[in-house]
């Protein structure tokens, strides 16, 4: 019961973060780091819908869960964040949008897939951002985007490292690197590691190395 009341909190506090960025329907451009969770997330309404059907509620709630603190929340957030807000116009306003966009298009997913299980709070959540009964929509489709190149195990591997070496070293999160050497897969999320992790001088190869 007391973590299932921590998953709740945690629905509501992500809610409530993406909640801060204006919904737009402006044309937008989605990165491979975008890519890479809405692929995270078909996958994942695949899964539902098949189990669903079978009456099956206890394993997506797990699959839901674990997606929604350990992939959603504790890497694609953290490392959309500076994209997101863009306060430095280090990104182009399509790249913003397409941020606000995936953290939009996630959100609404997972409430519709979790209305089933948790009618209360993903009735308020959904009511909240589109004033409208989660209960009276269409279950969740996949939608067809190309995929990304890069893994998940890349992401969560690199940014795991980052923020324990931080740690190690008595530094906070946003303390500065001098350089690191990044696994080659995350070449293409370059702009977004780099500015999320405070990244001076980054390199590519198959070890990763980081120096103050």
């Known amino acids: 019961i007391e973590g299932a009341g921590k998953t709740l909190i945690k629905l509501w506090n992500v809610s409530k973060f993406i ?4 919904k737009t329907d402006k044309k937008y451009k989605l990165n491979d780091l975008d890519l890479w969770i809405i692929n995270e997330l078909n996958e994942l309404v695949n899964y539902a819908k098949e189990r669903y059907e079978e009456n099956n509620f206890h394993n997506p709630a797990v699959k839901l869960r674990t997606f929604i ?5 504790s890497h694609y957030i953290e490392l959309v964040k500076t994209r997101a ?3 430095d116009k280090k990104f182009t306003q399509e790249e913003q949008n397409g941020a606000i966009f995936t953290l939009y298009y996630c959100l609404e997913t997972l409430l519709k897939l979790l209305a089933p ?6 009735y308020k959540i959904y009511h909240d951002l ?3 009964d989660v209960h009276f929509e269409k279950f969740p489709e996949t939608i067809s985007i190309e995929k990304s190149k890069i893994n998940t195990k890349d992401i969560i591997d690199f940014n795991s490292v980052i923020w324990n070496y931080k740690k190690t070293n008595g530094k906070s999160l946003n303390a500065e690197l001098e350089s690191a050497i990044v696994p080659e897969g995350l070449k293409l999320i370059e702009k977004d590691l780099i500015l999320t992790h405070k990244i001076k001088k980054i390199e590519y190869g198959k070890e990763l190395k980081i120096e103050f």
């Open 117 to 122: 299980i948790i009618p209360f709070l993903t």
């Open 19 to 22: 909640s801060l960025f204006e």
């Open 69 to 73: 603190w350990e992939t959603f929340a």
């Open 85 to 87: 807000y863009n306060q």
């Open 130 to 132: 589109n004033n409208k």
